[in-house]
C-alpha cells in the first residue's frame, strides 16, 4: 500500500467550491482560503441557527493501533462509509497543532485513503486561526507586563499574575522562564509558555455562540490577582 503522502499526492483535488454545493452552500456562503480550503462565513451560520434536520455521530475515544489509526482516521472513514451509502454526510474534526505535528504523534488528518486533503496545509497552520489566538493571547500577556512597568495602577502583584504566554510547538525550554530581566526596562518575574490549544482564548473560541458571547466571555477572564489578594 502506498504511503500516506504518496497517497495525498495522487489525488486531484475539487474546488472546495463544488463541495460547498453538496452542502447545499452558495458561494456567498463561503469564505475562501484558496481553491481548496474555505470557511463557511458568520452571516450563514447565524442564519442556519440552531436548525435541527441531521443527526449527529460523536465519536469521543477508541484504542488507536500501533500504526496510529484513532478517533481521526475513524471518523473520516465513517464519514465516507455513509456517503457511500448515499447519506448526505460531513465531519467535523480539531485542527491540527504543531506541538503534536512535529512531536510522536505527527498530524492529525487521517491515514491511508481515509483522510483529509490538502493534508500539508491542514497540518501546517491551515486556515490561520491559531496564529491569530497566539496573538491575541500574547497582546494580553504583554499588556500585563506593560501595564505592570508604567505605574501598575491596577495594583497586579508580578507574582500572582496566571496569565501566561502560549506558542504553538512543544519547546519544552519554554515551560518556565524568567522575563523582564532588562534592568530599568522591564520588571522580572517567573512566567512560561503553554501550548496554544490550552489557551483559554482558545476554549472561549470554541464555545462563544456570537460575537457578544465571545466578547463577553474574553472580558471575564480573570488573569492576576493585586497585592491585596483581589481578582484581576
Not at 482564548?201 to 464555545?207: H, Q
Request: some cysteine.
Amino acid at each position: 500500500m502506498d504511503s500516506d503522502i504518496d497517497i495525498a499526492h495522487g489525488i486531484t483535488l475539487r474546488d472546495i467550491g463544488e463541495v460547498a454545493q453538496d452542502l447545499g452552500l452558495s458561494s456567498e456562503d463561503i469564505c475562501y482560503f484558496g481553491g481548496d480550503k474555505a470557511k463557511i462565513s458568520a452571516k450563514k451560520l447565524s442564519q442556519l441557527g440552531d436548525s435541527q434536520g441531521g443527526e449527529l455521530v460523536l465519536v469521543t475515544a477508541m484504542s488507536p493501533t500501533t500504526s496510529g489509526e484513532g478517533k481521526t482516521t475513524l471518523t473520516i472513514g465513517l464519514t465516507q462509509a455513509l456517503s457511500i451509502l448515499g447519506r448526505k454526510a460531513t465531519l467535523c474534526i480539531r485542527e491540527p497543532s504543531l506541538g503534536p505535528v512535529f512531536g510522536m504523534k505527527g498530524g492529525a488528518a487521517g491515514g491511508g485513503y481515509s483522510q483529509v486533503l490538502p493534508m500539508e496545509d491542514i497540518n501546517l497552520q491551515f486556515t490561520g486561526d491559531i496564529p491569530a489566538v497566539t496573538a491575541a493571547h500574547n497582546l494580553l500577556s504583554a499588556l500585563i507586563d506593560n501595564h505592570i512597568f508604567r505605574g501598575n495602577k491596577l495594583n497586579i502583584n508580578p507574582n500572582k499574575v496566571l496569565w501566561r504566554r502560549v506558542v504553538d510547538m512543544n519547546d519544552r525550554s519554554l515551560r518556565r522562564i524568567f522575563i523582564g530581566i532588562g534592568g530599568s526596562s522591564g520588571v522580572a518575574r517567573e512566567d512560561g509558555f503553554d501550548i496554544t490549544a490550552s489557551s483559554e482564548v482558545m476554549a472561549i473560541l470554541c464555545l462563544a455562540s456570537d460575537y457578544s458571547d465571545l466578547k463577553k466571555r474574553l472580558g471575564d477572564i480573570l488573569v492576576a490577582y493585586t497585592f491585596f489578594g483581589e481578582p484581576v
